[in-house]
């Protein structure tokens, strides 16, 4: 089964740069997306086809990849982005949509 | 603002059917050219995809869990449903609704706010 996979955490300070990889054999050909999920609450939408943010989002969050390895970049880094980040996309044949195993940021 | 809520019982038995709604309001299911689906995280876990339904009925489900789910839609209601047979401990998890957008990748965009389902006697 296609699996995508990812730190299980980042540490940053305040005002830092995080940085969540997201590792998967089909990424060269499909996107990638990442979630926010916040203690006890839904996730959201960060990032979108790779590198778009949804309106709403802060500047700061970005994405991109680089073969087959997606990364998800905060720049300055704030304690408000604390949460668990999951990377999602699908296998080459699109039978299975598929989640990381999450990443859970800390910043402080 | 599109509202998801998933509604449904929060114990069931082991060997049992586990059977969530999820009602879509302001977005109506028939109209609107999107997918809707499931997603649950099992306590302390990470998120794991169940499956989609198009309002006409197509519908897609991950390949570990197919044979024991059915996801349906009522456009009459507009909310759509999960069936999930035969449920284990394993099946213990938060249940989310979501919307997902008809791409390559059929991404979630939108979710609900999630039940809890425990499986226990």
């Known amino acids: 089964s296609y699996e995508l996979t990812q730190p299980p955490s980042v540490s940053v300070s305040p005002g830092q740069t995080a940085r969540i990889t997201c590792s998967g054999d089909?990424?060269?050909?499909?996107?990638a997306y990442w979630y926010q999920q916040k203690s006890g609450q839904a996730p959201e939408l960060v990032i979108y086809?790779?590198?778009k943010r949804p309106s709403g989002i802060p500047e700061r969050f970005s994405g991109s990849t680089a073969g087959t390895r997606a990364t998800l970049t905060i720049s300055g880094a704030q304690v408000e982005d604390e949460a668990d980040y999951y990377c999602?996309?699908?296998?080459?044949?699109?039978?299975?949509?598929?989640f990381g195993g999450g990443t859970k940021l800390t910043v402080l | 603002h599109l509202q998801l809520q998933e509604s449904g019982p929060g114990l069931v038995r082991p060997s049992e059917t586990l059977s969530l709604t999820c009602n879509v309001s302001?977005?109506?299911?028939?109209?609107?050219?999107?997918?809707w689906g499931w997603i649950r995280q099992p306590p302390g876990k990470g998120l794991q995809w169940i499956g989609n339904?198009?309002?006409?009925?197509?519908?897609h489900y991950n390949p570990s869990l197919k044979s024991r789910v059915t996801i349906s839609v009522d456009t009459s209601k507009n909310q759509f449903s999960l069936r999930l047979t035969s449920v284990t401990a394993a099946d213990t998890a938060v249940y989310y609704c979501?919307?997902?957008?008809?791409?390559?990748?059929?991404?979630?965009?939108?979710w609900g706010q999630g039940t809890l389902v425990t499986v226990s006697s």
């Open positions: 339904v198009y309002y006409r009925g197509v519908t």
């Open positions: 089909a990424l060269p050909k499909k996107y």
């Open positions: 999602f996309s699908t296998d080459s044949s699109n039978d299975v949509l598929v």
């Open positions: 086809e790779d590198n």
């Open positions: 302001t977005d109506s299911i028939s109209t609107s050219n999107y997918y």
């Open positions: 979501a919307r997902l957008v008809p791409t390559g990748e059929e991404f979630p965009d939108f």
